[in-house]
């Protein structure tokens, strides 16, 4: 599987934006999805997790009620919604597939990773 984040920007506080990730092949639907994101000088953190028929999701803390994972099997495509965005959201946002269909939390669970995507929100 090979994933393509995109939708990443500069933004205002309080603003939103929505990330995409495009997978190729055929078999998208058969993976639990993720993001991530990584902010300078701090770890990889997990941000939401969507499982192979959308039917669960799990989000961080942190952006639980404003952020949205969603997800199109028809269209090989998991999105991000952000919303109420912050300062403290700026970092390279990453999407992951996972062989754990129902979605995990887990980095170290992920199989394929995208290239990331930059966001950036002003105060």
């Known amino acids: 599987v090979q994933l393509q984040a995109s939708g990443g920007g500069l933004v205002q506080a309080g603003g939103s934006l929505r990330l995409s990730c495009a997978a190729s092949?055929?078999?998208?639907?058969?993976?639990?999805m993720g993001w991530f994101r990584q902010a300078p000088g701090k770890e990889r953190e997990f941000i939401a997790a969507i499982s192979w028929s959308g039917g669960s999701t799990y989000y961080a803390i942190p952006v639980k009620g404003r952020f949205t994972i969603s997800r199109d099997n028809g269209k090989n495509t998991v999105y991000l919604q952000m919303n109420s965005l912050k300062p403290e959201d700026t970092a390279v946002y990453y999407c992951?597939?996972?062989?754990?269909?129902?979605?995990?939390?887990?980095?170290?669970?992920?199989?394929?990773w995208g290239q990331g995507t930059q966001v950036t929100v002003s105060s």
């Open positions: 992951a597939a996972s062989k754990y269909i129902s979605g995990t939390y887990y980095g170290a669970e992920y199989d394929y």
């Open positions: 092949g055929r078999t998208f639907s058969s993976y639990g």
